[in-house]
């Protein structure tokens, strides 16, 4: 049995497994993990900032704080959700620093974002949709991204976003009302 295991190569392993191995300092580990979880976290990012080249830093934050603190995670077996925890925290610092740096250039007309588009693996439909969404403010952006691209429950939201799960119903409901006034509007 273990002969025709190994001929078929072994089998993945699972966060918890990852999530030891990398308490071990394993950098094996933290490739598999940028494997499975990269793509997620770049389109989670770029549909909350925007921009696809901040996307991939804030990817990289994300990485680099997963190895540097993964002594914090309490239960091994929730890595998906900790780096969208993660993810999010990186994309709202980088909108703050957006923010100040605006303030600051504001009379120079200098935009310190450069609308990238999603790569040509994206249907137009995804890419419509992500535009769409984009235009949202960004409160509503991140529950929408959370609900529809993360699949997480009204009160999974509250946890990641630390608000009063009365609060994420109700940006919930408002961005679904933007997002249908937008693309009404769009046809």
């Given amino acids: 049995m273990n002969d025709a295991r190994e001929s078929r190569g072994s ?4 966060d918890r497994e990852l999530a030891a191995r990398l308490l071990q300092g394993e ?3 933290l490739r598999l993990v940028m494997e499975r979880y990269g793509s997620m976290i770049i389109r989670t ?3 909350l900032l925007r921009d696809r080249h901040w996307a991939e830093d804030v990817s990289q934050e994300v990485f680099i704080a997963l190895y540097r ?3 914090q ?4 077996g929730s890595l998906r959700p900790w780096l969208v925890r993660i993810t999010i925290n990186e994309c709202r610092q980088r909108m703050r620093r957006a923010a100040w740096t605006r303030l600051i250039f504001l009379d120079k007309g200098w935009d310190e974002r450069t609308a990238s588009t999603p790569g040509p693996e994206e249907s137009a439909e995804a890419i419509s949709l992500a535009a769409v969404i984009q235009t949202l403010p960004y409160k509503y952006r991140e529950v929408i991204v959370l609900y529809y691209y993360h699949d997480l429950t009204v009160d999974a939201i509250s946890g990641q976003l630390q608000e009063k799960s009365s609060t994420v119903k109700s940006k919930l409901a408002r961005a679904r009302a933007m997002l249908k006034h937008k693309l009404q509007e769009e046809g």
């Fill in 45 to 47: 990012a770029f549909l």
């Fill in 69 to 71: 603190r993964i002594s």
């Fill in 27 to 29: 950098q094996e580990a």
């Fill in 73 to 76: 995670l309490h239960d091994h």
């Fill in 11 to 14: 089998t993945l392993p699972t």
